[in-house]
């Protein structure tokens, strides 16, 4: 079993940057991909970036391509997104989630609790 757990959300104004975290347990890390998703008030949940096991490969979506960076670092388990030029519209709850999927977009095993960002303008 595998547990996720998110930090690092919180309130920023509008063209700020925060740096979110997640921690994860077990010894598979990284043979896992990793991916953040978000979900605002009354929205579906939408894929937002992913990365291979290796951190070799990233994939964003297309609303926060060139603001957002996804990194990895194996040997504290843990993954990042680093989020510049914050718009009111990035604000949701932000959710870690990995497994071993063939899709960076869906088929992940483990998920964590979330966290929220808010993105005043």
């Known amino acids: 079993q595998v547990q996720l757990v998110e930090s690092g959300g919180g309130l920023v104004q509008a063209g700020g940057s925060l740096r979110l975290s997640c921690a994860a347990s077990g010894r598979t890390f990284s043979s896992y991909a990793m991916g953040w998703f978000r979900q605002a008030p009354g929205k579906e949940r939408e894929f937002v970036a992913a990365i291979s096991g290796s951190g070799g490969n990233t994939n964003y979506a297309d609303s926060v391509k060139g603001r957002f960076t996804m990194s990895r670092d194996n040997a504290r388990n843990t993954v990042y997104l680093l989020m510049n030029s914050l718009k009111p519209e990035d604000t949701a709850v932000y959710y870690c989630?990995?497994?071993?999927?063939?899709?960076?977009?869906?088929?992940?095993?483990?998920w964590g609790q979330g966290t929220q960002v808010t993105v005043s303008s």
């Open positions: 989630a990995g497994g071993k999927t063939s899709s960076y977009y869906s088929g992940y095993a483990y």
